[in-house]
């Protein structure tokens, strides 16, 4: 590390863990976000957003990424250490991250150009990206999109729907998975183009979900130009874009998740030990749950390994998915219990969030591919079960 405190060459993971670890441990700046509550996502999003400037301003968020897009070399197994080091001190991972553990890596592979040009702008925390590939009648199948694009001279013109979009209601850009082959052609005719949420003909609306957090929005496409150099990939390439950028969103979106349950954990135990309470059973279920997440983490390791050796990741990363969703259901069902009646009826921003993070929690099994889907992929591609 420099005298500055910003970082040198990437070095090797120790070095940068150690490095990372007293720079978080020193910087008193930092106190601004250890274990800070936010009232609504938008405020969250945007005191994450000041997060990341300070630690791309000192070069610790762009390890694990190549130099072209912003980054100062490394792999996988840095941007690891990172939700490693970050959690492990109370200090959140900012949330977007999430969606740049999936989309990024896509961008990198298949349209390196696009990359360079937007993604130091997203480690620098002056943008961020959103997810659209559901809609209202294809979900888990995305071969039945039916948003469409007509590609007309130098752009294409985009019609249709997405729902549930990820971070779609603060997003710049969202990453949209769009059909512009016949609806015949199911996944042989979907394409991926970076769409800016400020583009005319795109309309985004917030969906607030049941704990009032507007985490996810629909977004309604008519008649949106957007340039053909937009292409994530070729023409008819996006579903193979999207197979690849599930091997991020299984492996490394599901370690990142486990620090932050980690973090959680520990943030209901501590809870518990302040109120001078212990209910039945509480000693057991915090065990469980912490061997739930080591579970998860076993797993993802070995994942997020094979990422930063540039193996494939197959159909094998359903097994994260189903890990992850478990240990998550599991940890905020126990929250609501051990914290009872408190965490129903009580004010304060803990007690909220709380709240809030058991709303959320319960698509866990749902988004991102159901648990059943994740099963059956299991079942047939990796076991080889007989079929039914």
Same mark, same amino acid.
Request: proline share 5%.
């Given at each position: 590390?420099? =005298?500055?405190?910003?970082?040198? $060459?990437?070095?090797?993971?120790?070095?940068?863990?150690?490095?990372?670890?007293?720079?978080?441990?020193? %910087?008193?700046?930092?106190?601004?976000?250890?274990?800070?509550? %936010?009232?609504?996502?938008?405020?969250?999003?945007?005191?994450?957003?000041?997060?990341?400037?300070?630690? +791309?301003?000192?070069?610790? +968020?762009?390890? $694990?990424?190549?130099?072209?897009?912003?980054?100062?070399?490394?792999?996988?197994?840095?941007?690891?250490?990172?939700?490693?080091?970050?959690?492990? /001190? #109370?200090?959140?991972?900012?949330?977007?991250?999430?969606?740049?553990?999936?989309?990024?890596?896509?961008?990198?592979?298949?349209?390196?150009?696009?990359?360079?040009?937007?993604?130091?702008?997203?480690?620098?925390?002056?943008?961020?990206?959103?997810?659209?590939?559901?809609?209202?009648?294809?979900?888990? #199948?995305?071969?039945?999109?039916?948003?469409?694009?007509?590609?007309?001279?130098?752009?294409?013109? @985009? +019609?249709?729907?997405? @729902?549930?979009?990820? %971070?779609?209601?603060?997003?710049?850009? &969202?990453?949209?998975?769009?059909?512009?082959?016949?609806?015949?052609?199911?996944?042989?005719?979907? =394409?991926?183009?970076?769409?800016?949420?400020?583009?005319?003909?795109?309309?985004?609306?917030? *969906?607030?979900?049941?704990?009032?957090?507007?985490?996810?929005?629909?977004?309604?496409?008519?008649?949106?130009?957007?340039?053909?150099?937009?292409?994530?990939?070729?023409? !008819?390439?996006?579903?193979?874009?999207?197979?690849?950028?599930?091997?991020?969103?299984?492996?490394?979106?599901?370690?990142?998740?486990?620090?932050?349950?980690?973090?959680?954990?520990?943030?209901?135990?501590?809870?518990?030990?302040?109120?001078?309470?212990?209910?039945?059973?509480?000693?057991?279920?915090?065990?469980? *749950?912490?061997? #739930?997440? @080591?579970?998860?983490?076993? /797993? =993802?390791?070995?994942?997020?390994?094979?990422?930063?050796?540039?193996?494939?990741?197959?159909?094998?990363?359903?097994? #994260?998915?189903?890990?992850?969703?478990?240990?998550?259901?599991? &940890?905020?069902?126990?929250?609501?219990?051990?914290?009872?009646?408190?965490?129903? *009826?009580?004010?304060?921003?803990?007690?909220?969030?709380?709240?809030?993070?058991?709303?959320? =929690?319960?698509?866990?099994? @749902?988004?991102?591919?159901?648990?059943?889907?994740?099963?059956?992929?299991?079942?047939? /591609?990796?076991? !080889?079960?007989?079929?039914?």
């Amino acid at each position: 590390m420099r =005298s500055d405190g910003t970082t040198g $060459g990437p070095g090797g993971l120790a070095a940068y863990r150690e490095g990372l670890g007293t720079f978080l441990d020193g %910087h008193p700046g930092l106190e601004r976000w250890r274990r800070a509550h %936010h009232p609504t996502v938008e405020d969250k999003l945007t005191e994450h957003a000041a997060l990341m400037r300070l630690l +791309n301003e000192t070069g610790w +968020n762009r390890y $694990g990424w190549p130099e072209g897009v912003g980054g100062l070399g490394g792999d996988e197994r840095h941007r690891a250490v990172y939700f490693d080091e970050l959690t492990a /001190r #109370d200090l959140p991972v900012p949330e977007q991250h999430l969606m740049l553990e999936t989309l990024g890596p896509a961008a990198v592979r298949f349209a390196p150009a696009l990359a360079a040009r937007f993604l130091p702008a997203y480690l620098r925390g002056e943008e961020w990206w959103g997810q659209g590939f559901s809609e209202p009648e294809a979900g888990s #199948d995305l071969a039945a999109l039916r948003c469409r694009a007509e590609r007309t001279g130098e752009h294409y013109v @985009i +019609n249709g729907q997405k @729902i549930w979009t990820s %971070h779609g209601a603060t997003a710049h850009r &969202l990453f949209c998975l769009v059909r512009t082959g016949t609806p015949e052609s199911r996944h042989r005719g979907l =394409s991926m183009l970076a769409v800016d949420t400020d583009t005319p003909g795109v309309t985004v609306r917030p *969906i607030a979900l049941a704990s009032g957090r507007r985490e996810l929005a629909e977004v309604f496409f008519d008649g949106a130009l957007v340039p053909a150099s937009r292409l994530v990939g070729a023409e !008819g390439q996006g579903w193979a874009v999207a197979m690849y950028l599930l091997q991020w969103e299984r492996g490394m979106y599901a370690w990142l998740a486990s620090t932050v349950l980690l973090q959680r954990l520990r943030a209901l135990r501590d809870q518990l030990a302040r109120s001078g309470r212990r209910p039945d059973g509480a000693v057991r279920r915090i065990g469980q *749950i912490y061997l #739930d997440v @080591i579970t998860l983490r076993c /797993r =993802s390791a070995q994942t997020v390994g094979r990422l930063a050796r540039g193996d494939t990741v197959g159909p094998e990363a359903s097994a #994260d998915k189903i890990l992850l969703a478990t240990a998550e259901q599991n &940890l905020y069902d126990a929250a609501c219990d051990l914290l009872s009646p408190h965490v129903e *009826i009580g004010d304060g921003d803990e007690l909220e969030e709380w709240r809030a993070d058991w709303w959320y =929690s319960r698509a866990a099994t @749902i988004m991102g591919g159901s648990a059943e889907v994740q099963r059956s992929i299991l079942a047939d /591609r990796v076991l !080889g079960l007989p079929k039914e």
